[in-house]
């Protein structure tokens, strides 16, 4: 069964380091996501992506973070100068479209430690 | 704004046993869509079961089910005879009817004893 996919399962960089997380969504899905859970927390939408745009971001995703879809296959989130509470799991999900019923699918996870 | 709210931090249940985990939430929206993902200690995010709220009927899957109550704003979730592999953290999720902002509850620790 297709199944998105990250990597690396765990980062490690020091406070102010530019950090790239990347996943794989499932092959013909057309809408991506990032969210993210600091350890103990709820999980917490980012951003979404549609059509090589963001369609929607929530007040986390200020000016540290971009996501790119730089090839067909590959969707990634970058922070720019990485601070210390941006240590947390960071997902990336996908959905098929067509139809808003469809499913979020989750990738297993990027764990972020920033020293 | 919609809120996700699960009321209980920890659960248990014994094995081959039913336990309902609880979740409400509050929306201005008559279309939007209900999940419960498990989160095992690996950390990945697995569907268990969705409903959309124009639906009636509460969804099932296999040992799986929800109590959709739409007036109430309640979408608790039922799992049937209980195994050990059930043991996760229970997130509720919910989504507008364009299926983009996904807001999660704290969620709930399942614990099943053998």
């Known amino acids: 069964e297709p199944e998105v996919t990250q990597t690396p399962s765990h980062q490690v960089t020091q406070m102010g380091q530019e950090v790239i997380l990347r996943c794989v969504p499932i092959s013909n899905h057309l809408y991506f996501y990032w969210y993210r859970q600091i350890l103990g927390q709820k999980v917490e939408f980012l951003v979404s992506f549609y059509n090589n745009e963001i369609s929607e971001k929530s007040e986390i995703f200020d000016d540290q973070f971009s996501v790119e879809r730089p090839d067909g296959s590959n969707f990634t989130l970058k922070i720019r100068s990485t601070k210390l509470e941006d240590s947390a799991m960071y997902f990336c999900?996908?959905?098929?479209?067509?139809?808003?019923?469809?499913?979020?699918?989750f990738g297993p996870g990027t764990r972020l430690t920033v020293l | 704004a919609q809120t996700v709210t699960q009321s209980q931090p920890e659960m248990s249940v014994q094995e081959a046993e039913t336990v309902t985990l609880s979740c409400t939430y509050d929306?201005?929206?008559?279309?939007?869509?209900l999940f419960w993902y498990k989160q095992p200690p690996s950390r990945q995010m697995i569907l268990v079961i969705r409903q959309e709220a124009y639906k009636q009927q509460n969804a099932t899957e296999n040992r799986f089910s929800v109590n959709f109550q739409k007036a109430a704003k309640s979408f608790s979730l039922k799992i049937s005879d209980s195994q050990l592999g059930d043991a996760a953290m229970y997130f509720c999720?919910?989504?507008?009817?364009?299926?983009?902002?996904?807001?999660f509850g704290a969620g709930t620790r399942l614990t099943v004893k053998p």
């Open positions: 999720a919910y989504t507008r009817y364009d299926n983009n902002d996904m807001r």
């Open positions: 929306t201005s929206e008559s279309d939007y869509y």
């Open positions: 999900a996908s959905r098929l479209g067509g139809t808003s019923t469809d499913t979020q699918y």
